[in-house]
């Protein structure tokens, strides 16, 4: 067996046992590097016979399809595992009362029952309600408009590496890149998010803009505004994008720009009255402005050092080829929305590199890595040794090793099963506090609290729900002013003894 077939069969067994649920992070860590040395020291391998990607394309598409059915598996195994957290459950419920009432409600931001579009402007979710009208269960709902969205996505951009020239092969071992792509795969298996429900709407804008129809383009870019606020930034960007690349790298022709013009109207009006001066109509819970950090936040090392951290974990899975051309940096552009916001968010949790938030950025960045990669296709053969392939699929695999899917969908054989049916007993007109895990399970009750937010602010709760498996601590108060009402083998529910706040 040649070393080229010796190293591209250790790539593969690699990423199989990923696919599988083993920890291969440790191993990847090992044979990354030891491959690089490899290539350096021994020309012989340099030059060795390349990788036949035309022969492995099979292969990348059936990587790409186990990708989407583990992100499907692993999505339903959470929601029956208890491991879906507080957004899970309030874009849940807001699907769950658009198939019910016909409206955007939840009881999950603010106070009382009040429209979602006042904490983020996402029409979006209209998609999902009316699959919840047709009989689908919400939960169910939103994960088939989830996956479904990611799979449209990956066709939008081998749409857009045929609109670029590049060729099958290279587009599926891309493609099955990205899919391993930790701040891409981890990322969407955080619960479900208006702001990913977007992921196919950016693909496709890619893909109509890269073969000059730029009315469709432009139509996408519309239709992703309707995902989230921060796409009337995306839309001014996209513009933008269109502009540079006309006329820096294109035929200078104003009239393939008419088609971005109505975009930037609709960004800055969506700007200027939902996010900045927020109409009487929205009454907003949720403020953007308010997470911008000051200056001296940006700059402490902490948050500097975790920023570039962000920054360094995006580009190196994608070799940096996003910025290797000049048709590449300005396929970035669009990016500065979403990379923007959380380079100067004082929350935290946004530039962790394997949150929700790195999904839409990634994927725009990978479009930009398409664009460079046509310029530099020729170049790619000529390295694509079994060593560079080798060391190309253990890159990504070296990161984020807690991520493994599988793992999750085999805890279904032995870890307890958890269903809204079990709390049955739960009263409809209940004020219940919840530990943020539990609260899909409460669906339907007359008010909802996080156990986070109760334990910091007065709340008027009638009962406490208790997952008896549950690790959560749980404050003293909540104990002390109630006593068990009603329980099973799963469950614990507390009825409030003590006086109301």
Known sequence: MSSTKVFTLLAW?????????????????ILFPLSLIIFAAVPRLRSETEVDLERLRCWHLLGIGVALLLLAGQQYAQVVLGMQGIDFAIFTDTIRSFGLYRNLDTVLVGEGERSFLTHHF??????PGLLAQLGMSAHLAGITVHVFGVAVALLGLWQLGAALGLATELRAWALMLLCLNPSFRVGLSWEIHDETFALAF????????AGGKHWRAASFVFLSMLCKETFFLFALLFAIMALLYEFMCGTRRWKV???YLPLCVLGLLGLAFYVVWPLPAFGKT???VGRISTWREILSWPALSDRLGLLWRLFVPMLFLPILTRKGIIACVPAIAFLGPILLSNFPNMYFPYNYYSVIPTLILFAAALVSLAQVAEQVRRYSSGLAYLAIAALPLMMAGHSRPMKTILALRNKPHYSAAQLEFVPPDATVVVQDYDVQYVLGVKKIYRAWTAERIPVPWTHVVQRKASQEPWAPVFIEQSNVCAENEYWILRCRTGPAT
């Open 286 to 288: 949720f403020d953007a």
């Open 257 to 259: 720009l008419w088609p």
């Open 13 to 29: 067994l690699l990423i199989a046992a990923w696919a599988a649920g083993l920890h291969v992070a440790s191993v990847a860590k």
């Open 122 to 127: 996402s029409p979006i979710l209209v998609l």
């Open 202 to 209: 950016v693909a496709w804008a890619y893909a109509a803009w």
